[in-house]
């Protein structure tokens, strides 16, 4: 496979380092990172699957999972999201507890294993309110992993609650909070950031909420928004600062980078990336992360026949079943727009792109191979 890559004209001597370097495992610079994006599309896909095949086999994970988005009101209004509304705005919704607890009832005596619940940052709902939410949740399905908040959302209601960032967090996995999904990093650069979001929690305190949940025992996930108004470098500093992180605590789980869907908001004229570099993405952040076990393509935003195809380009997760519970990419203009797969789908999906289904919890335990 190396020497097909190598033995190519069009490779430059830069290139030919870099591969060499990917079959070694060896890590990659942020120049290296940055030159990953001139390689050819079917070269990266050998490089990537290569790292992918030596971490996880053939295995494609997935899960059984569903949504709750207790608000899309908020107090921020990043450019690139099509979801949030200001309080008594046409389209807005805030559910109450109860109406949460009733959707959660639904999935008594089934086998879901882990509910995700993100939102809009509500302006007068603070840690206690969600504390309250989530314990709750636990009393009807006490054997559920709850994988709540951005980093954003934890900042609010945190300082809300008037206590530190530690505190905010201890007391979250009190109330049980098992792990943080990777939403609000969008992209860490302060310049690009201030064009798409200059209101909410900069790139710095994003990490520094996420290096703090690592350190009391939280595991979480990480994002990145792109294909917006960022360069190519932006993306490769983004990606080195998750990996610097995940050298002090490997507290990641998984990265999930998230590709900017135009539909309803204010970034709508930039457009969307292709398909072509959605892949490369994938590929990249596999090469690049050499230090996360598990790359996410979340389907509900890609569409079924992408997620499948990025299984060739070093993704090893799809996501879940999800059960038509979250509108954030609907919203966006996703294919989907009612997010739903059963398992049989999922494990029709991964068997015909020639990988091994399984079915994970969030920390990626394997439930059951099939
Ligand atoms: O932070 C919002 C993104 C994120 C758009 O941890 C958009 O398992 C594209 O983080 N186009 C929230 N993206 C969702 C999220 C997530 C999703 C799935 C799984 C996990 C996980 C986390 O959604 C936001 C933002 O980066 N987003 N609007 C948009 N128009
Ligand atoms: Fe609010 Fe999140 Fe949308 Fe930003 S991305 S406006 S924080 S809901």
């Not at 983004?238 to 539909?263: A, C, M, W, Y």
């Amino acid at each position: 496979m190396i020497q097909e890559i190598l033995s190519s004209e069009q490779l430059t001597t830069l290139q030919k380092r870099i591969t060499k370097k990917v079959f070694l495992q060896e890590r990659l610079n942020l120049e290296e990172g940055i030159e990953l994006f001139n390689f050819d599309l079917g070269a990266l896909g050998i490089l990537a699957s290569h790292l992918n095949h030596k971490k996880n086999n053939d295995k494609v994970f997935f899960n059984k999972n569903f949504h709750i988005e207790p608000t899309n009101i908020c107090v921020y209004d990043c450019k690139f999201c099509s979801y949030h509304r200001k309080v008594n705005q046409e389209d807005s919704w805030e559910f109450s507890i109860d109406d949460i607890l009733k959707k959660v009832k639904n999935y008594i005596n089934t086998d879901v294993s882990e509910v995700h619940i993100v939102g809009g940052v509500h302006p007068t709902r603070d840690l206690y309110y969600y504390g309250e939410m989530i314990r709750k949740i636990k009393e009807i399905l006490p054997g559920i992993h709850i994988k709540a908040f951005t980093a954003v959302e934890l900042d609010f209601m945190i300082k809300k609650a008037n206590m530190s960032l530690e505190e905010g967090l201890l007391k979250l996995k009190e109330y049980g909070l098992d792990s943080i999904p990777g939403g609000g990093a969008e992209i860490f650069d302060p310049e690009i950031r201030k064009q798409i979001c200059h209101e909410k929690s900069d790139g710095n305190k994003w990490l520094h909420i996420h290096e703090t949940a690592h350190n009391v025992g939280i595991p979480t996930n990480a994002t990145m928004l792109y294909g917006h108004l960022e360069e190519k470098h932006h993306r490769i500093e983004h990606l080195e600062k998750l990996r610097s992180l995940q050298d002090r605590t490997n507290g990641f789980n998984t990265f999930i980078p998230l590709k900017f869907k135009k539909v309803n908001n204010s970034l709508s004229y930039i457009g969307e990336v292709n398909t072509l570099e959605g892949l490369k993405m994938f590929a990249v952040s596999r090469i690049f992360l050499d230090n996360f076990d598990h790359i996410k393509a979340y389907w509900p935003m890609l569409g079924k026949d992408v997620s499948q195809i990025s299984l060739s380009f070093g993704v090893d997760d799809i996501d879940g079943t999800i059960d038509d519970s979250t509108k954030i990419y609907s919203m966006a203009g996703a294919k989907d727009q009612k997010p739903a797969m059963t398992t049989p789908e999922l494990v029709k999906l991964i068997k015909e792109a020639g990988k091994n289904p399984v079915e994970r919890d969030t920390l990626y335990n394997i439930i059951r191979n099939y």
